[in-house]
């Protein structure tokens, strides 16, 4: 390769990795409590979870002073009576969510990966509160059943989606 081949490969090289660190930074500036934590510091976790991250060479985005929470969560949502959990996982430059079906460690797929974004967060919606909005959203229509959880992807304080399991399939809406 041409030496000048060479210095425009670095040179994008380097503006990827400034971009990526002033977009950490500008979160910092707004949320100085925004931290990436490694699996080991995410006591809460089964330990086949933390391990499984840890191979993976997971990072997890967390803002500690919230009392919501966020980014390592557990719920049903695979079906009812089920404890699965979900995690906000950062590795290289793609984050996605991992899950943990009855927390064992499988080989699913990562779900909706996508560059990194620090601002972007998931949590817990409810059967309750998914059975509200639909009914809110489209009120002229039966709403569909929900008997678990699903979980709200977006960055912070912009519109989100939300997953949930149905035969077999991750549906977002």
Not at 8 to 27: F, H, P, R
Request: proline fraction near 9%; hydrophobic fraction near 40%.
């Amino acid at each position: 390769m041409k030496p000048s081949r060479w210095f425009a490969v670095l040179l994008v090289l380097l503006c990827a990795v400034a971009t990526a660190q002033t977009s950490v930074e500008e979160v910092r500036k707004k949320w100085p409590d925004f931290r990436y934590l490694d699996p080991g510091q995410l006591r809460e976790l089964p330990e086949v979870v933390r391990a499984d991250m840890e191979k993976l060479g997971c990072r997890v985005p967390k803002f500690m002073r919230w009392d919501a929470r966020h980014n390592v969560i557990q719920g049903q949502f695979f079906k009812p009576g089920q404890t699965d959990w979900a995690v906000l996982c950062q590795v290289g430059d793609k984050t996605g969510i991992l899950l943990y079906p009855g927390g064992a460690a499988t080989d699913l797929p990562m779900l909706r990966s996508q560059p990194t974004d620090p601002t972007r967060t998931i949590h817990v919606v409810s059967a309750f509160v998914l059975q509200k909005r639909a009914v809110r959203d489209h009120p002229d229509e039966p709403p569909p059943a929900f008997d678990h959880d699903g979980i709200e992807d977006g960055p912070i304080q912009k519109a989100s989606q939300v997953i949930y399991h149905r035969d077999d399939e991750w549906m977002e809406f």
